[in-house]
C-alpha cells in the first residue's frame, strides 16, 4: 500500500498485480539474484499518469520544499492555493 501512495504522491497510479509478491520475496531473501532492469520494467508496465489529480499533486508538491512538480503533460486549470481558515496568511507561531 504505500508504494501505491508513494506513487500517486508523484502523479502515478500504481496497478500491480501478482508478480508483485514474488519480486519482492526474492528481493528480501536475495537481493543480488534480482535483475535491476526487469524490475524497472515491471514498475514502468504498471504505472500510468493521475491525470485527474494533478492540479492536486502540483500544489502538495509545491508546499514540499526540494520537489519539483509533476510536467505539463495535460491541460489543467490554474487555480489558486485556497487555504481553509486563512493558514495561508499565519505566521505559524508557537504559544
Known amino acids: 500500500m504505500s508504494t501505491r ?3 500517486a ?3 502515478r497510479r500504481f496497478d500491480y ?26 514498475l ?13 499533486i502540483n500544489l502538495w508538491l509545491a508546499r514540499i520544499e526540494g520537489t519539483e512538480q509533476l510536467p505539463t503533460e495535460h491541460d489543467t486549470v490554474d487555480q ?8 495561508d ?3 505559524h507561531s508557537e504559544e
Open 5 to 7: 501512495v508513494f506513487y
Open 9 to 11: 504522491l508523484n502523479g
Open 17 to 42: 498485480n501478482r508478480e508483485i509478491k514474488e519480486i519482492l520475496k526474492v528481493l528480501a531473501t536475495d537481493k543480488g539474484s534480482v535483475d535491476e532492469d526487469d524490475v524497472i520494467e515491471y
Open 44 to 56: 514502468r508496465a504498471h504505472t500510468e499518469p493521475l491525470a485527474e489529480y494533478e492540479a492536486t
Open 80 to 87: 489558486e492555493p485556497n487555504e481553509p481558515n486563512d493558514y
Open 89 to 91: 496568511d499565519d505566521a
